[in-house]
């Protein structure tokens, strides 16, 4: 049976839900909701970790890193292994996983046993995610209820990620570091009881043998790539920084070369023929990509510009998260009536829109205009992100639907890592090439605040007098200049995501 007549088939045979159909969405959506949370939620706890673990700043970066390296290098291998040994399965499995080393991290003793519960975090979150969006795909078979389930599937990440600064900032005045890994117990206690009632085991009924060396292949792939990012957002364009990239993409020829071969192959390559399927992750990691590169600038605008903390920057960011899940929401019953080669690039207009605002509404009186540009760049992403993730599942048969939902989050793992590096790097290298130096301020203080945004701040408080805030204008200037330039930039980007989904997507409404 070829692709395209599998799809046929699913979509023939598709079939509402009743209530434990909805009632299996909101047990799948705890998950989802922690792991968006532990996402943001790690950052706030990591001064408190620094003075009692002591981490060298080696230590520091893997503790940040170690999770998503491993995520990233085992969501394919996971999502298929869900196709054959049942979905839900390795969903009870990781929850389980990952509940336990949770309490390891939150109990670490050194920095390295804190890295090594980062790690496990990782392997057990990776069966996670794949696993609630492929179990979504099999659950809901109708079109028009698969749309709202993934809606709200995407709208519980924006909720994570808005509850992730306020969560963390109210953990942290009341208790120790710990307290933002023990969060994920009492979220997931519910899933393991619940989930064996309401969600019902899906596999594929055609599962090809467990290749080891794609699974190796697989990993070998991504995590240099992600590394490579990395370092490259870190330290600049040096060896440590392509050499991973050039060795990730040399094993991913290897790959894809095993998979074109093979009788049963792990990742069926004929998925990324199907322009809609390609086209719909291309705007998924586009939309991600400026999602986060947007959080990273404004975040320290707001914080170190503008002296906002912590909480109140995330508060701040919350209408704009909100704006998102309304946006993704209100989408469905549009793109009932209208193709996704129409509504993506309409609904991205409001993101450009978003960086533009940003571009130039920079200063240190500019909040009211960043809360408006993350509400109208909101807008935008939210609708994206909920039409693209279920094209990318409406596109796939759903005997791999695990393998699919695989590739969308790992294209969205890539996404949250290239913002950083890609946004976050131009923008330190033009904070950079602005910055000038004031007379008088002393050569280490100099070297802190040519490094980054936070160094020039800390080095001005610590300065003082009229040189201090010499060097606080100098670097706000410096950095604002940088904005403005970046922004432009997230702007092309999201032009070239709408470009994409009006070529490549189709006619994909809902046939009646």
């Known amino acids: 049976m070829t692709l395209t007549q599998e799809l046929s088939l699913a979509d023939a045979q598709g079939r509402k839900v009743g209530w434990r159909g909805w009632a299996a969405l909101i047990v799948l959506m705890l998950p989802v909701l922690l792991v968006s949370v532990d996402n943001t939620v790690l950052s ?33 291998t996971m999502g298929t292994l869900g196709d054959r040994f049942g979905r839900r399965r390795m969903l009870l499995i990781g929850a389980t996983g990952f509940a336990a080393v949770s309490v390891l991290a939150a109990f670490a003793p050194t920095a390295a046993l804190l890295i090594a519960a980062r790690a496990g975090m990782g392997v057990f979150g990776a069966m996670l995610m794949p696993s609630t969006l492929s179990l979504l795909r099999s659950i809901f078979t109708d079109r ?6 993934i809606a709200v599937w995407a709208a519980m990440f924006s909720a994570g990620a808005a ?7 109210l953990l942290l005045e009341h208790f120790s570091w710990g307290s933002v890994f023990l969060l994920s117990v009492p979220v997931l206690i519910p899933l393991l009881i619940l989930a064996p009632l309401l969600v019902p085991e899906s596999r594929d009924p055609r599962p090809g043998r467990i290749d080891p060396l794609s699974i190796v292949l697989s990993m070998a792939t991504m995590i240099p790539i992600v590394y490579g990012i990395k370092e490259l957002a870190a330290h600049g364009f040096g060896v440590s920084a392509w050499l991973p990239v050039l060795v990730g993409f040399g094993f991913g020829v290897l790959f894809v070369r095993r998979q074109l071969r093979a009788q049963s192959p792990m990742l069926d390559m004929r998925l990324f023929g199907l322009g809609t399927f ?13 999602l986060v590169g947007f959080l990273f ?24 998260l909100v704006m998102m899940i309304v946006s993704g929401l209100a989408v469905v019953p549009i793109s009932k009536k209208w193709p996704a080669r129409a509504v993506i690039p309409v609904a991205l207009i409001f ?14 009186d500019s909040i009211a205009a960043l809360v408006a540009a993350f509400v109208s760049l909101g807008i935008g992403i939210g609708a994206a992100e909920t039409v693209s993730n279920e094209l990318v599942l409406a596109s796939a048969p759903p005997a791999k639907a695990g393998a699919a939902s695989a590739v969308s989050e790992t294209a969205y793992e890539l996404g949250a890592v290239l913002g ?3 946004l976050g790097g131009i923008l330190t ?20 605040a040519s490094e980054t945004l936070a160094g020039a701040v800390h080095a001005s408080e610590a300065i003082g007098g009229s040189t201090g805030t010499a060097l606080f204008d100098a670097a706000a200037s410096a950095f604002d200049a940088g904005v403005t330039v970046t922004a432009l930039i997230g702007a092309a980007l999201v032009v070239i995501a709408g470009v994409i989904a009006a070529t490549t997507l189709g006619e994909s409404r809902q046939k009646s």
């Open 429 to 448: 290298a033009l904070y950079r090439t602005n910055l000038v130096i004031p007379a008088g301020v002393p050569d280490a203080a100099a070297d802190a």
């Open 144 to 149: 028009d209820q698969r749309r709202l389930a």
């Open 44 to 76: 706030f706890a990591l001064p408190e970790i620094a003075l009692d673990l002591e981490p060298s700043s080696t230590q520091q970066l893997w503790i940040i890193d170690a999770y998503p390296l491993v995520l990233a290098g085992l969501l394919v």
């Open 163 to 169: 509850l992730g600064p306020i969560v963390g900032g």
């Open 351 to 364: 993101s450009v829109a978003g960086y533009v605002t940003v571009a130039f509404a920079t200063g240190p």
């Open 278 to 290: 390609t086209g719909a992750l291309l705007v998924n990691l586009l939309s991600v990509i400026a």
């Open 297 to 320: 600038f404004v975040a320290q605008h707001l914080q170190l510009i503008v002296g906002l903390t912590p909480l109140q920057a995330g508060l701040a960011l919350v209408p704009g």
């Open 420 to 422: 950083t590096t890609v």
